[in-house]
Structures are given as structure tokens and as C-alpha cells.
């Protein structure tokens, strides 16, 4: 193998184990619409912003990026993830919430 070829197959290694590593969830303060203020996990993930929040005895939400400010919405009542009305859009007011268009049901992250 010659220095080159060393050399890519090392960093493609690294990079693979960058990608496996799992990302831990973080506590967090979450609001949604239908919930109210109560504490949760927060799990990012996709490299994008997209996210998980979660908590017991609530469902699990996930905004999923799409694009610029904007993403799709879900959430998981412990059968799967349900698609949400949407998309949902960044606020401005708030960066750490997200609206669906479609509803106005909301999902912060703090």
C-alpha cells in the first residue's frame, strides 16, 4: 500500500467512527402546545439541528430539517413516529421554538 492509500484508508476509518458515535441526550426545558412547560431530554441529530425531545409519560417529538429554517414535524405516542401537519417553520420571535404552518402547534427546546 503506498503512503497515500494509507492515508485515505485512515481517515475514512475516522470518519466512519465519527459517524457511529451515538449522541447523548441532554437535559432540557420543553414546551409544546398540547403539553404545556416541562422538563425533557434533548437529542440532536443529522449534523442539521434536527432534534428529539423527550419525557416520560409524553410524546416524543421530532423536528426533522428540510431546509432553512424550516422542517418537518413528528411525533411518537410509543408506536412509531405519526407525520404532523405542517411544515413547520423557525420562529422568529423565539429560535428555539418551531410552528407548524398548517396548525400552529408548537415545539420549543431550551
Not at 67 to 80: H, K
Request: charged share 20%; proline share 6%.
Amino acid at each position: 500500500m503506498t503512503r497515500h492509500t494509507m492515508l485515505l484508508a485512515a481517515l475514512a476509518a475516522g470518519a466512519f467512527s465519527l459517524a457511529v458515535v451515538p449522541v447523548e441526550a441532554k437535559p432540557a426545558r420543553c414546551y409544546s402546545t398540547d403539553e404545556g412547560d416541562y422538563a425533557c431530554d434533548f437529542k440532536q441529530f443529522g449534523g442539521d439541528g434536527s432534534f428529539t425531545v423527550s419525557a416520560p409519560l409524553r410524546p416524543t417529538y421530532t423536528i426533522s430539517i428540510t431546509g432553512r429554517d424550516e422542517a418537518d414535524g413528528f411525533s411518537d405516542y410509543g408506536n412509531g413516529n405519526i407525520p404532523l401537519p405542517g411544515p413547520f417553520y423557525r420562529s422568529s420571535s423565539d429560535r428555539a421554538c418551531w410552528i407548524s404552518d398548517a396548525t400552529a402547534f408548537e415545539v420549543c427546546a431550551y
